[in-house]
Nanobody, 115 residues
Framework: VQLQACGGGLVQSGGSLRLSCAAS????????MGWYRQAPGKQRELVAG???????NYADSVKGRFTISRDNAKNTVYLQMNSLKPEDAGVYYC??????????WGQGTQVTVSS
């Protein structure tokens, strides 16, 4: 099983980025897909999550600016990030829980926001 995340980069404050994470090698349905963020010196935190029923949840700090979505046919999760702020910077990791209870992580993609 491999989760391949991409879409990170350098953006100015107020700009937008779209992250995507595609899973390969998973044969069971994916119940939960999420994006976590880890800033330097801080713990990894959940930014956004979406379950198979497409119910979403967001960290308070990103509500109204970030949108998570999923494509079950492609085993892919997306994170549209708008109005980015310097405090949004960090390494973003995708996370997936499959029906069997196994959990998988992507390799992380760096997001840098310049002020």
């Amino acid at each position: 099983v491999q989760l391949q995340a991409c879409g990170g980069g350098l953006v100015q404050s107020g700009g937008s980025l779209r992250l995507s994470c595609a899973a390969s090698g998973i044969i069971f349905s994916i119940n939960f897909m999420g994006w976590y963020r880890q800033a330097p010196g801080k713990q990894r935190e959940l930014v956004a999550g979406i379950n198979r029923g497409e119910i979403t949840n967001y960290a308070d700090s990103v509500k109204g600016r970030f949108t998570i979505s999923r494509d079950n046919a492609k085993n892919t999760v997306y994170l549209q990030m708008n109005s980015l702020k310097p405090e949004d910077a960090g390494v973003y990791y995708c996370n997936m829980f499959v029906r069997t209870g196994n959990e998988y992580w992507g390799q992380g993609t760096q997001v840098t926001v310049s002020s």
